[in-house]
């Protein structure tokens, strides 16, 4: 069982930055693929990221790529999502997932444990 809080979340200009951070409790926490999906109103959640539990292999939605990035530490239980030079389009709720499996995926189905999940509202 693992629990997810996400933070970091706000309102910012277009053209800034977020740094969300996803806190995980539980046992065998580093034996996850941990990923980030995001909802904007209206729409279906999307992958944006996702990382191995050794952080070597690390996937990014075309819409993330070039400017977010991943990263993870087992010693902290977290991981986080890095976002620069952020549009209006990024706005949406942002959930960290946890996925058992040994492969990265970007397929919503495969994680197993979401958090509550945290709002990014990207002005114009």
């Known amino acids: 069982q693992v629990q997810l809080v996400e933070s970091g979340g706000g309102l910012v200009q277009a053209g800034g930055s977020l740094r969300l951070s996803c806190a995980a409790s539980g046992r065998s926490f580093s034996s996850y693929i941990l990923g980030w999906f995001r909802q904007a109103p209206g729409k279906e959640r999307e992958f944006v990221s996702a990382?191995?539990?050794?952080?070597?292999?690390?996937h990014y939605a075309d819409s993330a790529k070039g400017r977010f990035t991943i990263s993870r530490d087992n010693a902290k239980n977290t991981v986080y999502l890095q976002m620069n030079s952020l549009k209006p389009e990024d706005t949406a709720v942002y959930y960290c997932?946890?996925?058992?499996?040994?492969?990265?995926?970007?397929?919503?189905?495969?994680?197993?444990?979401w958090g509550q999940g945290t709002q990014v509202t990207v002005s114009s």
């Open positions: 990382i191995t539990w050794s952080g070597v292999k690390i």
């Open positions: 997932a946890a996925d058992p499996g040994s492969q990265l995926s970007s397929i919503l189905t495969n994680y197993d444990y």
